[in-house]
């Protein structure tokens, strides 16, 4: 059997560069990407800028703003970060069909049978920052990994950063193992550093080298892995399958406010409408629509829904659907918390994949042609709703999120902000 190349792929310094790469004059700039703009918030990302003047993520403002004085801060734009991840992936689609999107920045495409060699592999990867900084955006950079494991792939993207490119084989492994801390290893966390301190384990090489079944009384079949991973030998595969999601939502805390101008309405259009956003990104359809509403003063919620006359993913059926169930929920009373959920997702053919994301006609991850050319008729027989609803998504992309919004959405401001879990695969499931 052919040795397995994996490449990772790590976006560097992610959400503060794709800032930086929409307002130029951040660039070059000291700065902090926060989940709230306040004193107290925390720093979720930092530019290099930053990082270089001691920066780090975790702090608050006040304490990055005591080391750094001039640092800028900005609050986080997750549709931002996503639409260009989404540009990404599709240029790293383009090199296998096996990829694993594994957090909002980083992914790992299996190029074994792809590629001849890790030389190959390399050239590939050099041509993808070739792109991403030509096609994606020019202050963008990422760091590559090549390896014969996924684990090893990983390691070796952390070596050089940021705009590194590390092949990390069997021959200059112990090399590259002899350069780092055991807590550099991704997956030695306190518990098992603790439990190899005590064993008199305090580098990565004498991990390596500790035989396997004094390991093993340590860690149980965690020490089989350790002893795995550090002699390249592969025990993690690439997870694709589970990459999509069962269900897309959005949920809202309401506050009084929005009871008092009247837009109930119009927060729940929102977050139907990033739902079916989200859904369209997937390529996915939805059958099933529910929407639950909970009230201030009697603590009571509820919740109704309903399916769909044929699969869906058009903004104005689930916008509809929505203010359909709302109005026969709702009482007299203000409201407390409000969400909206897609359910029984669907793919709109059986063979398409993930690859196929946003639109039908892109090269699918099909077995044949005439797979391929069925799925491009798929998409020349849109509905004019489906095709309003994605050009609005690539207006936004380019224009931001409030460029262009359902009429009852107008007044509604910076109400039900998007928000982003950090460190999480992209879009995954539920969020706030
Ligand atoms: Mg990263």
Redesign the pocket.
């Known amino acids: 059997m052919p040795e397995r190349i994996i490449i990772h792929v790590?976006?560097?310094?992610?959400f503060a560069s794709v800032e930086q790469q929409a307002n130029p004059t951040l660039r070059g700039r000291p700065l902090g990407v926060c989940a709230y703009l306040h004193p107290r918030g925390c720093i979720i990302a930092a530019s290099v800028e930053a990082k270089t003047m001691g920066v780090k993520v975790g702090m608050t403002l006040q304490e990055a703003r005591e080391i750094c004085p001039q640092t800028v801060f900005v609050q986080n734009d997750p549709t931002k970060y996503r639409a260009v991840t989404s540009r990404l992936f599709k240029i790293l689609h383009g090199l296998s069909d096996t990829i694993e999107h594994y957090?909002i920045?980083?992914a790992f495409v299996d190029l074994t049978g792809w590629a001849r060699d890790p030389a190959e592999a390399a050239f590939l990867a050099s041509r993808v920052k070739y792109r991403l900084t030509n096609e994606v955006g020019d202050w963008l950079r990422?760091?590559v990994g090549i390896a014969p494991t996924r684990f090893l792939a990983k390691f070796a993207s952390e070596r050089q950063?940021p705009d590194g490119l590390t092949i990390v084989n069997a021959e200059n492994l112990d090399d590259h193992l002899s350069r780092v801390e055991l807590e550099d290893l991704c997956g030695i966390g306190p518990r098992i550093h603790r439990r190899l301190k005590r064993a008199g384990i305090r580098t990565p090489l004498e991990l390596k080298y500790h035989p396997i079944g004094n390991l093993m009384r340590i860690l149980g079949k965690n020490g089989f892995y350790w002893w795995s991973r550090l002699r390249a030998l592969e025990c993690e595969t690439l997870s694709l399958g589970d990459a999509l999601p069962k269900s897309v939502g959005h949920s809202y805390c309401v506050p009084d406010r929005v009871n008092r101008e009247g837009n109930v309405e119009g927060v729940l259009t929102k977050l139907a409408e990033r739902a079916g956003r989200r859904l369209r990104a997937y390529g996915m359809l939805a059958e099933s629509i529910s929407v639950a509403v909970g009230f201030r003063n009697s603590h009571e919620y509820v919740g109704d829904w309903s399916r769909f006359e044929q699969p869906v993913n058009d903004s104005f059926s689930i916008v509809r659907q929505t203010s359909r169930l709302l109005h026969g929920l709702r009482k007299n009373e203000p409201v407390s918390f409000l969400a909206v959920t897609l359910g029984e997702l669907s793919l709109p053919t059986g063979q398409m994949r993930l690859g196929d994301l946003e639109d039908g006609s892109q090269k699918a991850a099909t077995t044949n042609t005439q797979e391929r050319f069925h799925s491009s008729l798929f998409a020349l027989r849109e509905s004019g709703d489906i095709r309003v609803s994605k050009s609005v998504d690539s207006i936004r992309d380019r224009y931001g999120d409030s460029s262009i919004v359902f009429g009852r959405m107008f007044r509604l401001g910076d109400e039900a902000p998007d928000r982003i879990g950090f460190r999480k695969i992209v879009g995954s499931g539920y969020e706030g």
């Open positions: 790590d976006m560097n310094s992610y957090s920045d980083e990422c760091s950063k």
